[in-house]
């Protein structure tokens, strides 16, 4: 890793220009450090140029455990010698001017700090996180306290799935404008259509004539005009499993990827150039795109069953079904989880959190993406986008390297694949529908931090709900009965009928929500 010797830097944003500079005490320090001790990073850079998928997903996940230290460029001066702060310092004149400008933290020196996982079922990592690692932002550098907002850690399981389930509903959304533009093109009159993707509503298109420069009238529903499907963060606001990486490497890391700030740039005047590279950022997307999907209490206790039934138990699967800390469901148990799930769809809560909708034809997850619209022609600092034909890729439905369960060198069952329905499509059991829905006003923040609205917020998928507790986008609800009861706006009627069940019912439901659980194994962790 390169080490800046240089004192003064000039930067240029667009329509500012600004001097940093950083002590010769702290330079100084770094070049002291570095006669000593060394960085941990080991950058993907020959993973990508040599590697399969395997190697590149294992570069990625070092990148995720590593916990960076100055010499990396992890972290910055946010204020008395401190390199890490839960609080954002807009007051600093370093922290509100870093290339480009922070939202928050930096909050960790590793990914696991915040994404720790301690309530998954087999002892794995990559859950979310308690509400004391909150990431607290100040999107618009007001200096504000008031004008903060917090964002709770989500898990990480099944991203792939998502992205790929979006960029189909954005081809869907994408088609119809175009066949609207048709119809006018070969009527010559106004044209308006129904706006839909995976059978749900998403608006209406008005397009006037001319053909030639038609007036493309969006009316969008649970979707930005663009009607382009952004399935990550709780605002709906990232685009693809990428974004997500290189933002959170900057953000939270202070971990700079140069395809953000520009090759040979310190971004946030830390001493450090060069801090994450482009590779690094590809093999960070593959490994978080091929984590192991979500799963169930009943399909691990039926994987238990089956190892300890009579096709396997001599074999030693009863040992491996302790091994690997599969639950042990009693009738009753799974009765009620069963009831609860009847009465979850019954009170319209499966309007919105839908349990599973199918990718219908693109079942390979590729980075960057095949589709345009989901890939950067250009990286924001200005480097030239990746090819797709130069892509790292892998199948869904089979390539994820966890939770593959195996018995004397024979595969049992792989439960971080995707499963697919008899006619070949892919299920993503995600309970949710990557829309944008109003909560109402108890959920209504003070800011409205991406143009949405304050109170706007995607539906949060429940898959792994019953083992990523706080709840909310804010950590706010300990339970998830707190979490329903919070519901207004367009889920005011599902929470009022909620409310209206009795004990025992409200507590199947629950049931059957604690029963959607991550697993892995700490062995594949």
């Given at each position: 890793?390169?080490?800046?010797?240089?004192?003064?830097?000039?930067?240029?944003?667009?329509?500012i220009?600004?001097?940093?500079?950083?002590?010769?005490?702290?330079?100084?320090?770094?070049?002291?450090?570095?006669?000593?001790?060394?960085?941990?990073?080991?950058?993907?850079?020959?993973?990508?140029?040599?590697?399969?998928?395997?190697?590149?997903?294992?570069?990625?996940?070092?990148?995720f455990?590593?916990?960076?230290?100055?010499?990396?460029?992890?972290?910055?001066?946010?204020?008395?010698?401190?390199?890490?702060?839960?609080?954002?310092?807009?007051?600093?004149?370093?922290?509100?001017?870093?290339?480009?400008?922070?939202?928050?933290?930096?909050?960790?020196?590793?990914?696991?700090?915040?994404?720790?996982?301690?309530?998954?079922?087999?002892?794995?990592?990559?859950?979310?996180?308690?509400?004391?690692?909150?990431?607290?932002?100040d999107?618009?550098?007001?200096?504000?306290?008031?004008?903060f907002?917090?964002?709770?850690?989500?898990?990480?399981?099944?991203?792939?799935?998502?992205?790929?389930?979006?960029?189909e509903?954005t081809?869907?959304?994408?088609?119809?404008?175009?066949?609207?533009?048709?119809?006018?093109?070969?009527?010559?009159?106004?044209?308006?259509?129904?706006?839909?993707?995976?059978?749900?509503?998403?608006?209406?298109?008005?397009?006037?004539?001319?053909?030639?420069?038609?007036?493309?009238?969006?009316?969008?529903?649970?979707?930005?005009?663009?009607?382009?499907?952004?399935?990550?963060?709780?605002?709906?606001?990232?685009?693809?499993?990428?974004n997500?990486?290189?933002?959170?490497?900057?953000?939270?890391?202070?971990?700079?990827?140069?395809?953000?700030?520009?090759?040979?740039?310190?971004?946030?005047?830390?001493?450090?150039?060069?801090?994450?590279?482009?590779?690094?950022?590809?093999?960070?997307?593959?490994?978080?795109?091929?984590?192991?999907?979500?799963?169930?209490?009943?399909?691990?206790?039926?994987?238990?069953?089956?190892?300890?039934?009579?096709?396997?138990?001599?074999?030693?699967?009863?040992?491996?079904?302790?091994?690997?800390?599969?639950p042990?469901?009693?009738?009753?148990?799974?009765?009620?989880?069963?009831?609860?799930?009847?009465?979850?769809?019954?009170?319209?809560?499966?309007?919105?959190?839908?349990?599973?909708?199918?990718?219908?034809?693109?079942?390979?997850?590729?980075?960057?993406?095949?589709?345009?619209l989901?890939?950067?022609?250009?990286?924001?600092?200005?480097?030239?986008?990746?090819?797709?034909?130069?892509?790292?890729?892998?199948?869904?439905?089979?390539?994820?390297?966890?939770?593959?369960?195996?018995?004397?060198?024979?595969?049992?069952?792989?439960?971080?694949?995707?499963?697919?329905?008899?006619?070949?499509?892919?299920?993503?059991r995600?309970?949710?529908d990557?829309?944008l829905?109003?909560?109402?006003?108890?959920?209504?923040?003070?800011?409205?931090?991406?143009?949405?609205?304050?109170?706007?917020?995607?539906?949060?998928?429940?898959?792994?709900?019953?083992?990523?507790?706080?709840?909310?986008?804010?950590?706010?609800?300990?339970?998830?009965?707190?979490?329903?009861?919070?519901?207004?706006?367009?889920?005011?009627?599902?929470?009022?009928?909620?409310?209206?069940?009795?004990?025992a019912?409200?507590?199947?439901?629950?049931?059957?929500?604690?029963?959607?659980v991550?697993?892995?194994?700490?062995?594949?962790?």
């Amino acid at each position: 890793m390169a080490i800046s010797r240089a004192i003064l830097y000039v930067l240029a944003l667009p329509g500012i220009t600004f001097l940093s500079t950083f002590t010769q005490a702290q330079d100084d320090s770094l070049e002291y450090l570095s006669s000593l001790n060394k960085g941990v990073i080991e950058h993907c850079d020959d993973s990508l140029d040599y590697g399969d998928f395997i190697d590149i997903f294992i570069c990625g996940d070092e990148l995720f455990g590593f916990s960076f230290n100055a010499l990396d460029g992890g972290g910055m001066n946010v204020g008395d010698g401190g390199r890490y702060t839960r609080v954002p310092r807009a007051d600093l004149f370093n922290w509100s001017n870093t290339l480009p400008r922070r939202k928050t933290g930096p909050n960790a020196s590793a990914c696991s700090d915040c994404h720790a996982g301690t309530n998954i079922i087999g002892g794995g990592g990559n859950g979310g996180g308690a509400d004391v690692f909150n990431a607290i932002r100040d999107p618009f550098h007001t200096n504000q306290p008031g004008l903060f907002i917090q964002r709770n850690t989500t898990h990480l399981f099944g991203m792939a799935g998502l992205q790929l389930l979006a960029e189909e509903m954005t081809n869907e959304l994408q088609q119809q404008v175009a066949q609207t533009v048709a119809m006018v093109c070969e009527s010559g009159a106004q044209a308006q259509s129904e706006l839909s993707a995976k059978g749900m509503d998403f608006g209406t298109v008005l397009v006037s004539p001319p053909c030639d420069t038609p007036v493309i009238d969006v009316q969008s529903q649970g979707v930005k005009d663009d009607l382009i499907v952004r399935p990550f963060q709780w605002k709906g606001s990232e685009l693809n499993v990428r974004n997500f990486s290189r933002d959170a490497f900057h953000n939270e890391l202070g971990m700079d990827p140069v395809e953000l700030t520009g090759d040979d740039i310190d971004g946030d005047f830390d001493g450090v150039i060069n801090e994450i590279s482009i590779d690094d950022v590809t093999a960070m997307v593959i490994y978080l795109a091929a984590q192991p999907r979500p799963t169930s209490l009943i399909e691990l206790d039926e994987l238990r069953q089956t190892l300890q039934g009579r096709r396997y138990r001599g074999a030693g699967g009863a040992q491996l079904a302790e091994e690997l800390m599969l639950p042990h469901l009693t009738g009753p148990q799974r009765r009620e989880i069963k009831r609860g799930e009847r009465l979850f769809n019954s009170m319209e809560c499966s309007a919105c959190h839908k349990p599973s909708m199918t990718i219908e034809k693109n079942f390979v997850f590729s980075e960057p993406s095949n589709n345009p619209l989901y890939r950067d022609a250009t990286f924001p600092a200005g480097q030239q986008g990746l090819e797709p034909h130069d892509a790292v890729r892998f199948d869904i439905r089979r390539d994820q390297p966890d939770n593959r369960i195996i018995l004397n060198d024979s595969l049992v069952k792989h439960l971080g694949a995707f499963e697919s329905d008899e006619s070949g499509k892919v299920i993503v059991r995600l309970y949710g529908d990557l829309k944008l829905h109003d909560m109402g006003p108890e959920l209504a923040e003070n800011i409205d931090e991406t143009g949405t609205g304050a109170s706007v917020w995607m539906t949060k998928e429940l898959w792994g709900v019953g083992s990523t507790a706080p709840y909310l986008h804010d950590g706010r609800a300990t339970t998830l009965e707190e979490a329903i009861l919070a519901h207004g706006g367009e889920a005011e009627s599902s929470k009022l009928n909620y409310t209206r069940l009795n004990d025992a019912n409200r507590k199947a439901i629950l049931s059957f929500l604690d029963n959607l659980v991550l697993y892995l194994p700490a062995e594949d962790e």
